[in-house]
């Protein structure tokens, strides 16, 4: 997401954050509370009330943006909620296509949506997973068509607007992934 649309997000929130600082809130308290909105979207998924998950998703995506935007306002960004905060990423993004991948499978198994709910899954954990070793190793990976942002943004609309024809949003998804996979292994080994 680019830093002006980020911006313009964060100064949409503010009242919110102003509110949570009122309250004394931590920003691992809305971190985690992240996790509990992405058991309940799972469930959403698995039983394949796609608006209700995509409502999820919205709602776990301003939490996301409002955790870092808190730690900054309370001088309290820490190398400890980063960590915690990408791992909550991840594990959003595990149990949104674990539901997926439970609706694709119950009550009647369609075997390409399960395969293509897999990979989509696998290239969106790698598509993260090449930017964290890249940053093991001290160089910056912020670049790439399909970021997270991006991923849940195709993930939203084709959840609330287009939950029939839902599996071409993750085809793009997939595609968008390898593409973004390439982009970054291109990057650091230049």
Not at 33 to 61: C, K, T, Y
Not at 83 to 106: A, I, N, P, Q
Not at 159 to 187: K, M, V
């Amino acid at each position: 997401m680019k830093e002006a649309t980020k911006k313009k997000l964060r100064k949409l929130l503010q009242p919110i954050i102003n509110l949570l600082l009122t309250l004394n809130l931590s920003p691992n308290f809305i971190t985690l509370l992240g996790i509990l909105f992405a058991f309940i979207g799972f469930f959403f998924f698995w039983q394949g009330r796609f608006f209700w998950g995509g409502i999820i998703l919205i709602i776990i995506s301003l939490l996301d943006t409002m955790d870092g935007e808190l730690a900054r306002q309370k001088n309290s960004v820490s190398p400890q909620g980063a960590f915690l905060d990408s791992v909550t990423d991840r594990l959003v993004e595990f149990l949104t296509f674990f539901g997926l991948f439970g609706h694709y499978l119950y009550p009647r198994p369609h075997p390409a949506l399960l395969i293509l709910t897999i990979l989509t899954l696998f290239t969106s954990l790698f598509v993260s997973y090449v930017r964290a070793r890249a940053e093991g190793i001290g160089r910056e990976c912020r670049i790439g068509l399909f970021e997270r942002p991006v991923r849940f943004f195709f993930l939203v609309i084709g959840s609330l607007f287009f939950p029939r024809y839902f599996p071409y949003f993750l085809l793009i998804i997939l595609i968008g992934n390898i593409i973004t996979i390439f982009q970054r292994l291109i990057y650091i080994l230049k």
